[in-house]
């Protein structure tokens, strides 16, 4: 699925690759197969995984506004979060260095999350079996 427009918000709930993009509006993705690509210039990027299929990418950018990936609660990746003038936050028991940057193997590592904001916090957090969140 490749949804994009131009002003407005974006919203995906597919079972199949998503990429996902505006300029002006929220991005929400909601699949179970990768590879995910939810991008935004102006607006926030949210992403909810229950389970993940194959070893592609995850990708979540937004240049003003806040970018959460919700993934399952048992996961295998590398993953690199960052900011710039914001907070970068993660489940999984890994910790940012210096509070704008994460990089790290979670589990097996394998498949590449990328989550980054430049004036938003960028968060990853636990999503469990019936959607819900996780305790981190």
Request: charged share 20%.
């Amino acid at each position: 699925v490749y949804a994009q427009t131009g002003k407005g918000d974006g919203s995906v709930t597919a079972a199949a690759h998503d990429h996902a993009r505006t300029v002006n509006g929220d991005v929400k993705v909601g699949t179970a197969v990768e590879p995910v690509e939810a991008v935004t210039v102006n607006g926030s990027v949210d992403i909810r995984m229950t389970t993940l299929t194959g070893t592609d990418k995850v990708r979540a950018e937004s240049v003003t506004g806040d970018v959460n990936a919700w993934l399952p609660a048992t996961l295998d990746a590398n993953v690199s979060l960052a900011t710039v003038t914001g907070d970068v936050s993660a489940d999984y028991g890994v910790a940012a260095s210096a509070g704008k940057k994460l990089s790290a193997t979670i589990g097996a590592g394998g498949r590449t999350v990328t989550i980054k904001s430049v004036t938003g916090s960028a968060r990853l957090g636990r999503l469990a079996a019936d959607g819900s969140i996780a305790k981190p």
